[in-house]
């Protein structure tokens, strides 16, 4: 019971934003302004005010390079399959690598880490590789593809993190963690209010995305893909993650705590990139609504296993 109490919060906020749509509460743009309004506010300032306050040693670990090996392998090959085998353009393979590899190390990962690991030390390194390295190359492929002619310019690369907020509000939260600086409570306030919509705004909009009323610009996602995704996400990663510890040699608890987090589901994260950057939205909701279903399951496997 306590897994399905981590993933209750989950479904019914999704379902909240499906039936808003359903029932027209919010408007045929509720996905979108929802969207961009977790992209362009909540999420920076949720991303901020985490980093500022997480400590950056230990960032270097053979757990954490388990993990890193099974992301590398699981996003990269989601990537090229995307392309191979279901012909999706430039714009919409990081978005297919992402489903395959990112996982919810937030409102999921958090909740999960302390039922089954009993510590959240770990998730937080997870965290930081997620926001400092695969986020930044993701955003990087997803900002050129709206260049026209999709060019690699260095100006604009190097202009990025000051038109992305994501991204800036990363490097930020960095600085002020590795200076020791800690916000006056007249700015923290607000920002933690607002960093405390982000998931729930996330949720509501996913929801409202899978709607067959709601506005779309993408491809419709063919039952194959989400086959794929869902085998890459909750199978794939974890086994790449367990052969990795082992080979590095991990302990039983480091492993444990390596495997869980690399089994967790797909974060609505990817779908919040997809619908600012118009691409491959289907794919992203329907994924993240699928291996967060079926997630209950490998990851109660795995904790039984393992644990």
Same mark, same amino acid.
């Given at each position: 019971m306590s897994l399905v109490s981590a993933f209750a919060p989950i479904w019914i906020l999704t379902a909240v934003g499906y039936a808003a749509c359903r029932w027209g509460l919010l408007g045929e743009a509720a996905a979108s302004v929802l969207g961009r309004f977790v992209f362009h506010l909540a999420m920076p300032a949720a991303l901020f005010l985490a980093l500022s306050r997480m400590p950056l040693s230990g960032f270097?670990?053979?757990?954490?390079?388990?993990?890193?090996?099974?992301?590398?392998?699981?996003? *990269?090959?989601?990537?090229?399959?995307?392309?191979?085998?279901?012909?999706?353009?430039?714009?919409?393979?990081? &978005?297919?690598?992402?489903?395959?590899?990112? @996982?919810?190390?937030?409102?999921? *990962?958090? +909740? &999960?880490?302390?039922?089954?690991?009993?510590?959240?030390?770990?998730?937080?390194?997870?965290?930081?590789?997620?926001?400092?390295?695969?986020? +930044?190359? &993701?955003? @990087?492929?997803?900002?050129?593809?709206?260049?026209?002619?999709?060019? @690699?310019?260095?100006?604009?690369?190097?202009?990025?993190?000051?038109?992305?907020?994501?991204?800036?509000?990363?490097?930020?939260? @960095?600085?002020?963690?590795?200076?020791?600086?800690?916000?006056?409570?007249?700015?923290?306030?607000?920002?933690?209010?607002?960093? *405390?919509?982000?998931?729930?705004?996330?949720?509501?909009?996913?929801g409202a995305s899978l709607h067959p009323t709601a506005p779309s610009r993408a491809e419709p996602a063919r039952p194959a893909e989400l086959a794929v995704i869902t085998a890459l996400k909750l199978v794939a990663q974890p086994v790449i993650a367990y052969a990795a510890g082992l080979a590095l040699h991990l302990s039983g608890p480091q492993l444990l705590a390596v495997v869980v987090c690399a089994g967790l589901p797909t974060a609505q994260n990817t779908f919040i990139y997809s619908q600012e950057y118009g691409v491959g939205e289907a794919v992203a909701s329907r994924a993240v609504v699928l291996t967060t279903t079926m997630s209950l399951v490998t990851l109660a496997a795995a904790a039984a296993l393992l644990g």
């Amino acid at each position: 019971m306590s897994l399905v109490s981590a993933f209750a919060p989950i479904w019914i906020l999704t379902a909240v934003g499906y039936a808003a749509c359903r029932w027209g509460l919010l408007g045929e743009a509720a996905a979108s302004v929802l969207g961009r309004f977790v992209f362009h506010l909540a999420m920076p300032a949720a991303l901020f005010l985490a980093l500022s306050r997480m400590p950056l040693s230990g960032f270097a670990s053979r757990s954490l390079l388990a993990f890193g090996l099974s992301t590398a392998a699981v996003v *990269g090959f989601g990537w090229v399959v995307a392309s191979w085998l279901f012909g999706r353009r430039t714009g919409e393979q990081p &978005i297919w690598g992402m489903a395959a590899g990112y @996982v919810n190390s937030a409102n999921l *990962g958090i +909740p &999960i880490a302390t039922q089954v690991l009993g510590t959240v030390s770990f998730l937080a390194e997870v965290v930081l590789l997620q926001v400092l390295v695969v986020t +930044p190359v &993701i955003l @990087v492929a997803l900002d050129r593809h709206t260049d026209p002619a999709g060019r @690699v310019r260095v100006r604009r690369i190097a202009s990025l993190p000051v038109r992305n907020p994501v991204i800036l509000a990363s490097l930020l939260g @960095v600085v002020c963690s590795a200076a020791g600086l800690h916000l006056p409570s007249a700015a923290a306030a607000p920002l933690t209010l607002l960093s *405390g919509a982000a998931a729930p705004a996330a949720l509501v909009a996913l929801g409202a995305s899978l709607h067959p009323t709601a506005p779309s610009r993408a491809e419709p996602a063919r039952p194959a893909e989400l086959a794929v995704i869902t085998a890459l996400k909750l199978v794939a990663q974890p086994v790449i993650a367990y052969a990795a510890g082992l080979a590095l040699h991990l302990s039983g608890p480091q492993l444990l705590a390596v495997v869980v987090c690399a089994g967790l589901p797909t974060a609505q994260n990817t779908f919040i990139y997809s619908q600012e950057y118009g691409v491959g939205e289907a794919v992203a909701s329907r994924a993240v609504v699928l291996t967060t279903t079926m997630s209950l399951v490998t990851l109660a496997a795995a904790a039984a296993l393992l644990g």
